[in-house]
């Protein structure tokens, strides 16, 4: 199996870390260690690099090219969701560090790779899941949630017009046999959305296998959760910078971002502030980061990429 998947806004992202050789810094996903090579590369015997991924076959992968790089500062892989950080910079004893990066979605290697399920263009068992030690699949979700639930998700999480139909079809089809093919899956969302409505425009199935993808790894809940957590693992002046591939991550990144910059938010009427806000976080980028025209020619997974670099005041 291939692990490589090109790092996406590489320079960018190293920028905007600020790396100081002697530092912390945690790679929330490692992937294929693209951007934790460029890191490590920079640090000196007294800095440290953990990398984290729920992806067991990857963070092996990654932890053997790590090794490769000629480097004095040392690094950790972790198998962990990210969820979890405050937990693992416990368990390796540090209080703080100086960057953070999260480079969300799918890799390269875990869409490539067709046992995984990921890929609605490929026939395949309905997994979805990063981390494979986890017992709840796509499979599960399609046969088990109730019909509400399903459409919920494929309208909040794949923004499809369609998604009521659709999860009417998946609730009549499973009711004749268990969905359990990414082909089922795909033959069913086609016989959901009108033949017009099929024409032209992405593949029809990309927003639903996008929506459960989401919420068999609980993407957008874990990245609402973790970035409090991140801030108060960071120390002053760390930074944390942020790839999203989609608006829902992008929103969520956002509003966490602007709800630390110390605005007021009292109502405009009230003749004094009370809600005391406190500045925590200073914004690096003020105008998102997206991939250059040369990259976007090099990388077709890098065009919907954003990045946002924020600081610890
Ligand atoms: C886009 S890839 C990262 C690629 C990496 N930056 C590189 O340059 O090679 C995303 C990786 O993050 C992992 N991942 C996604 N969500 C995670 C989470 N909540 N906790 C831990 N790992 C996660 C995935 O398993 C995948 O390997």
């Given amino acids: 199996m291939d692990f490589s998947h090109e790092p996406v806004l590489l320079k960018e992202c190293i920028e905007g870390l600020n790396i100081h050789s002697a530092g912390v810094y945690v790679d929330c996903t490692l992937g294929g260690a693209g951007h934790s090579t460029e890191i490590l590369k920079r640090l000196n015997s007294q800095g440290l690099l953990i990398g984290i991924d729920q992806d067991k076959e990857a963070l092996e992968a990654a932890k053997a090219r790590l090794s490769q790089v000629n480097s004095k500062g040392s690094f950790v892989t972790i198998h962990e969701n990210f969820e979890n950080i405050r937990q693992i910079l416990k368990a390796q004893k540090i209080k703080s560090v100086d960057g953070i990066l999260i ?34 699949t796509a499979k599960e979700l399609v046969n088990t949630w109730s019909k509400n639930d399903i459409a919920r998700i494929i309208r909040d999480y794949g923004e499809e017009k369609w998604a009521v139909r659709i999860a009417e079809f998946i609730c009549s089809a499973r009711e004749e046999t268990e969905i359990e093919t990414t082909s089922q899956l795909v033959d069913i969302i086609k016989a959901a959305i009108p033949a017009p409505a099929r024409r032209g425009g992405p593949h029809p199935a990309k927003r639903t296998f996008q929506a459960i993808r989401i919420a068999v790894n609980r993407e957008l809940e874990v990245l ?32 966490f971002i602007n709800s630390k910059l110390g605005r007021c938010t009292c109502p405009p009427n009230f003749p004094k502030c009370v809600c005391n806000a406190v500045k925590e976080l200073k914004v690096i980028t003020p105008k998102i980061i997206t991939p250059s025209q040369e990259e976007l020619q090099r990388n077709h997974r890098a065009r919907s990429a954003k990045l946002r670099v924020s600081e610890k005041v």
């Fill in 224 to 255: 609402e959760e973790v970035l409090p957590k991140m801030l108060d693992s960071l120390a002053k002046g760390g930074r944390l910078c942020v790839i999203t591939f989609h608006s829902l991550e992008d929103r969520i990144v956002k509003q």
């Fill in 103 to 136: 480079d969300l979605g799918v890799s390269s290697y875990q869409l490539d790779n067709e046992e995984r399920g990921f890929k609605y263009q490929e026939d395949a068992p309905l997994d979805m899941r990063m981390n494979q030690n986890i017992d709840f």
